[in-house]
C-alpha cells in the first residue's frame, strides 16, 4: 500500500457510490424481488467489470475508446436494455392489485442466474465502464509495476463495487419488506422504472 495505490481506492470509491445503471438495476430488483436478487445483481455487475478490466487490458478497451462505430453502437444497445428495464418496471408496478397479490408477487420473477445476467449485461452494454479502464486505470500504474499489483488493483475495485451494491440492495430490501401491500411500494418501483428510462435516455444522446 502506497500513495498511489491509496489514490486508486479513494478514486474508485467516488465512482462506485456515485449513482448510475448499475445502482439502479440494484435497486429495482431489490424492490421487486428482495435482497437475494440484489446481492446477484451486484455479483454480475462485478463480473461485468471484471471482462471489463481485461478487456482493457488485451486492447479491446482502447478500440471502443478510438472507434466512433463502436461506441455508439454499444452505447445504443446499453440504451436499448436500460430503456426496456425501465417500461417494464413501470408497467409491472402499474398493474397494482390487492396486497395478497402484492405480496406473492414478492417473490423473483427470475432464477438466480437470470439476476445475475441481468448484472453482468448492464454492466457490459454500458460504454462508460469500459472507458474507465482505458482511461482512469493508467492514471495510477507507472512501468515496472508489477503484475501482482495490478491484480491487487483490481481485486480491491471489485470488493467496493460488489460490497456497496450489495449494502445499497439490503438497505433497500429492508425497506421493501415495511412497504410489501402499500402503494408507498409501487411508487418507488414507478420512479425506479423512470430512473431507468432517464439512464437509458442520456446514454443514447450522450457524446463520447
Known sequence: MDARFGAW???????IVTPGP??????????????RAASLTALGVGVGSLAWAVAAALGVGLLLERSATAFTVLKLAGAGYLIYLGLRTILGASRGG???TRSS???????DRGVIGQGILNNLLNPKAGAFFVTILPQFVTPGDMTSRLVLMM??????????????????????RRLVG???QRWMERATGAVLLALGVRLALERR
Not at 481506492?9 to 465512482?15: F, K, M, P, R, T
Not at 408477487?105 to 432464477?111: C, D, I, K, L, Q
Open 9 to 15: 481506492l479513494a478514486v474508485s470509491a467516488v465512482l
Open 22 to 35: 448499475d445502482t439502479a438495476l440494484v435497486i429495482r430488483n431489490a424492490l421487486r424481488s428482495g435482497a
Open 98 to 100: 390487492s396486497d395478497k
Open 105 to 111: 408477487r414478492a417473490a423473483p420473477a427470475v432464477g
Open 155 to 176: 481485486l480491491a475495485y471489485e470488493v467496493m463495487v460488489v460490497g456497496w451494491l450489495v449494502a445499497y440492495g439490503i438497505v433497500v430490501s429492508r425497506a421493501r
Open 182 to 184: 402499500s402503494r408507498v
